[in-house]
């Protein structure tokens, strides 16, 4: 299943309490705003060679989960705060107007590509996808896109071009290793890294925004808790496929050494008696509630810092979300 598909959706193989974010009703403008990012998407795929154009709509399709009817929504399947950070940045810059309407462009542009090129990294990588000719012209493609409206959005920033280089450094340099500390804190600190691309285009957008380092400072804060929140939902929500297939999600680094040693060598499917050992241990050790308590902490700490900057619209939003983690609503 897509990273970015898992919205109400039940944990894998229906392990453990259902669970999910809450629903945030959206403004009229909100809605135009993501059906302008979906421009973005079908802009890219008229960019491709035509040979190729309808095998990338087919994988949209079937990959992706993409609606196309009775609209194409490609962002029907992210967490709005993900592709609307961008929608009330350009709002907070209505005052100031320190954003040209071509660098919004660049923005809209560069930040679609991110959202795209994240959970296609990851499954390239992880063997969900094999590195054919389609799926390797995807991910050219679309990276070349995004550098190329970064590079123009950089224009004008201190140091812009090497604010873009040490964002996408950061991202290889957190992808192609572990945690370096091996509990829940360095694993959810290892994922805020892991997040660099998708960063990049709002902290360019504050820079231009505000001079005010306090601004940008806590933009990347707020943004990095929501996406912490969401990869911690993802990891209870498939509990059993990790367990099954040996990865290490929120949950392990969670575990006491003898669960985590467990979890190392059991497999599902072979021996049903371990899996039920490390999921018992997930509710007898208070993992489950850890990480509940923990997604409920990231969102409203990043609704206040976002408060705090007056991104009003975008704090509402991640409140929304929030709202199953309230405490003693969630489960445990």
């Not at 873009?164 to 500390?181: G, H």
């Not at 609704?303 to 009003?312: H, N, V, Y």
Request: net charge negative.
């Amino acid at each position: 299943m897509n990273d970015m598909e898992r919205k109400g959706v039940k944990n894998a193989a229906g392990e453990g309490p259902s669970i999910t974010f809450g629903q945030t009703p959206l403004t009229a403008a909100v809605e135009a705003f993501r059906h302008a990012m979906n421009a973005e998407i079908m802009a890219f795929l008229h960019s491709l060679p035509k040979s190729t154009q309808t095998d990338a709509v087919v994988f949209l399709l079937k990959h992706c989960r993409t609606p196309f009817l009775p609209r194409f929504n490609f962002f029907a399947n992210y967490y709005s705060p993900s592709w609307s950070i961008i929608y009330w940045l350009e709002e907070a810059n209505t005052c100031g107007g320190a954003l040209t309407p071509k660098e919004t462009a660049y923005a809209r542009t560069a930040h679609a590509m991110a959202l795209f090129l994240h959970p296609l990294d990851d499954h390239l990588a992880d063997g969900q996808l094999p590195p054919s000719h389609l799926h390797i012209l995807l991910r050219s493609q679309a990276w070349s896109r995004m550098m190329a409206a970064l590079e123009q959005l950089s224009v004008g920033v201190p140091g812009g071009g090497e604010v873009v280089r040490s964002y996408i450094d950061n991202y290889y340099a957190s992808i192609e290793s572990l945690p370096s500390v091996a509990d829940l804190e360095g694993y959810c600190s290892h994922f805020f890294k892991q997040m660099a691309t998708g960063m990049i285009v709002p902290a360019l957008m504050a820079a231009k925004i505000s001079d005010a380092y306090e601004f940008a400072h806590a933009l990347e804060k707020a943004y990095g808790a929501f996406g912490i929140a969401w990869r911690l939902l993802d990891d209870l929500q498939d509990m059993a496929l990790d367990i099954s297939t040996g990865s290490h999600s929120a949950l392990y680094f969670s575990m006491s050494a003898e669960a985590r040693r467990l979890w190392d060598r059991s497999s599902w499917e072979e021996n049903s008696i371990k899996y039920e050992k490390i999921r018992a241990a997930v509710f007898d050790e208070g993992v489950w509630k850890t990480i509940v308590e923990r997604i409920g902490s990231e969102l409203t700490s990043a609704a206040a810092l976002l408060e705090s900057i007056e991104l009003d619209g975008l704090a509402e939003e991640l409140r929304w979300l929030a709202k199953p983690f309230a405490v003693g609503r969630a489960g445990s």
